[in-house]
Nanobody, 120 residues
């Protein structure tokens, strides 16, 4: 079982940047993946990006490519989501979750989420 805790959200102006962190603890293996999701008010949770814990593989939602970058620091047991050129429509709660591997669509061990608010 893996436990995940998100941090780094906040209020930022349009065009600004934020870096979200997802701290992992518990049993996590190199083949596992950590993913980021966002949920805007009144909308369904949406996949943003995922990264293989052991490194080497990432995948992104098409709409997030170019502005968002996922990375990991295994020494700190942390996965990051660097968000640049933020838009008001990026306002959402951002969650991280774990998957068996980078290709899996089955995520669990959800964190509590961190709020990102982008003002215009």
């Amino acid at each position: 079982q893996v436990q995940l805790v998100e941090s780094g959200g906040g209020l930022v102006q349009a065009g600004g940047s934020l870096r979200l962190s997802c701290a992992a603890s518990g049993s996590i293996f190199n083949s596992n993946a950590i993913g980021w999701f966002c949920q805007a008010p009144g909308k369904e949770r949406e996949f943003v990006a995922a990264i293989r814990w052991g490194g080497g593989s990432t995948r992104y939602a098409d709409s997030m490519k170019g502005r968002f970058t996922i990375s990991r620091d295994n020494a700190k047991n942390t996965v990051y989501l660097q968000m640049n050129s933020l838009k008001p429509e990026d306002t959402a709660v951002y969650y991280c979750a774990a998957a068996p591997n980078i290709a899996s669509r089955r995520f669990d061990s959800w964190g509590q989420g961190t709020q990102v608010t982008v003002s215009s």
